[in-house]
């Protein structure tokens, strides 16, 4: 049910990737920006509904859209939270992106996701930590939940492949 890889998040054929949005859902730089490029403006277009709707999305939460022209069916965009040492419930808002992106998965009957690092980049979350909070929310949702879906955990980068390959 949980898989590790190491590469392109947006080469992806699954039926949904999780984007590392910020709160604004416009895209912006990183695994963010790479999504709404390989996936064109069909993305956008969608998520700028969203914002019309409730404006944006909040830390923690998700929203799902189209995967416009990438081989995934969705894209679910999470906010995950900025780094600040920890003070500000940061671990339980990075828990929550998670969980928020898994529970849609579910709503939209979907079989397979692959998550990115989220938070990892320019918010600062440490990447050994913001690792077992991701493995250790999704084996919690799966064994709670009745649905079946298939976990990719997608590592651009060798250092946080590593980190996840030991943790799995």
């Known amino acids: 049910m949980i898989e590790l890889l190491k590469g392109d998040i947006t080469k992806l054929e699954v039926d949904a990737i999780v984007n590392a949005a910020n709160s604004s859902l416009l895209g912006g730089g990183g695994v963010d920006g790479?999504?709404?490029?390989?996936g064109g403006p069909a993305i956008l277009e969608e998520c700028q509904r969203i914002r019309?709707?409730?404006?944006?999305?909040?830390?923690?939460?998700?929203?799902?859209?189209?995967?416009?022209?990438?081989?995934?069916?969705?894209?679910?965009?999470?906010?995950?939270?900025?780094?600040n040492?920890?003070?500000?419930?940061?671990?339980?808002?990075?828990?929550?992106?998670?969980?928020?992106?898994?529970?849609?998965?579910?709503?939209?009957?979907?079989?397979?996701i692959a998550f990115?690092?989220?938070?990892?980049?320019?918010?600062?979350?440490?990447?050994?930590?913001?690792?077992?909070?991701?493995?250790?929310?999704?084996k919690e949702f799966l064994n709670f939940s009745s649905a079946e879906i298939k976990v990719t955990f997608v590592c651009y980068d060798e250092e946080n492949y590593w980190i996840y390959e030991e943790l799995i």
């Open 85 to 112: 040492g920890g003070k500000n419930n940061e671990e339980a808002l990075l828990a929550s992106a998670y969980r928020s992106s898994l529970a849609l998965a579910v709503e939209h009957q979907l079989q397979s």
């Open 116 to 138: 990115p690092n989220i938070s990892t980049g320019v918010y600062r979350f440490p990447k050994d930590r913001a690792a077992e909070i991701a493995i250790d929310t999704v």
């Open 52 to 83: 019309a709707k409730q404006g944006g999305c909040m830390v923690g939460e998700a929203v799902i859209t189209t995967g416009g022209n990438l081989p995934a069916k969705f894209v679910i965009h999470t906010v995950g939270p900025t780094w």
């Open 34 to 38: 790479a999504i709404h490029r390989a």
